[in-house]
């Protein structure tokens, strides 16, 4: 069964570094999404990305995020200048079309100290 | 304003009780979609169900049901006869139809099954 995948699955790193967290979506998805869940928190939207642009972003989703698909399979979010705060579960997401179901990733979560 | 409310912050039953696992949703949208997800402890998150705005009619998936109904705004979820592997947290979600992308989610409902 096709599935989202994500890498790494924990990543630690020193705040101020820059992160990439990358994604491989369900081949024939065309709609792609970065969600984050602090621990023990609700999950909350940062991105949409389809046709190689944002489609959508949320608040959280500062000019310290960005997001590439830099080939035709992988889909990556970039955090430029950690901080502690960020550290949270990152789940990647993608939906063949707009409305239906988002299939989720295992979910990389990042620790930042 | 678009908004999941899940009201039960956490479930504790005695495994083969029925549960249920209320979801209240706010939206002037008159279309848009339901969901709901489970996230087992080992964190992932997993598609449970989508429903649409246009069908109220419920769905019984073996031992889970759903109670959709668009006049008090509530997408219940039921499990009937639970087991220990149904321990999860259990979140309902949005998406409005004035953004194709975004999911908003209730804070989850931590459902606990002993044996």
């Known amino acids: 069964e096709p599935e989202v995948t994500q890498t790494p699955s924990h990543q630690v790193t020193q705040m101020g570094q820059e992160v990439i967290l990358r994604c491989v979506p369900i081949?024939?998805?065309?709609?792609f999404y970065w969600y984050r869940q602090i621990l023990g928190q609700k999950v909350e939207f940062l991105v949409s990305?389809?046709?190689?642009?944002?489609?959508?972003k949320s608040e959280i989703f500062d000019d310290q995020f960005s997001v590439e698909r830099p080939d035709g399979s992988n889909f990556t979010l970039k955090i430029r200048s950690t901080k502690l705060e960020d550290s949270a579960m990152y789940f990647c997401?993608?939906?063949?079309?707009?409305?239906?179901?988002?299939?989720f990733g295992q979910g990389t979560r990042l620790t930042v100290v | 304003a678009q908004k999941v409310t899940q009201a039960q912050t956490e479930i504790s039953v005695v495994e083969k009780e029925d549960v249920t696992l209320d979801c209240v949703y706010e939206t002037r949208d008159t279309t848009y979609y339901l969901f709901w997800y489970k996230q087992p402890p080992s964190g992932e998150l997993v598609f449970l169900i989508r429903?649409?705005?246009?069908d109220e009619q419920n769905e019984i998936s073996g031992r889970y049901s759903w109670n959709f109904q668009k006049s008090t705004s509530s997408f219940n979820f039921t499990i009937t006869a639970s087991q220990v592997v149904d321990s999860a947290v259990y979140f309902c979600?949005?998406?409005?139809?004035?953004?194709?992308?975004?999911?908003?989610w209730g804070a989850g409902t931590k459902l606990i099954i002993k044996p």
């Open positions: 990305f389809y046709n190689n642009e944002i489609s959508e």
């Open positions: 979600a949005l998406r409005p139809v004035d953004s194709n992308y975004q999911l908003i």
């Open positions: 429903r649409n705005s246009f």
């Open positions: 997401a993608s939906t063949r079309k707009p409305n239906t179901e988002a299939f």
């Open positions: 081949s024939n998805h065309l709609y």
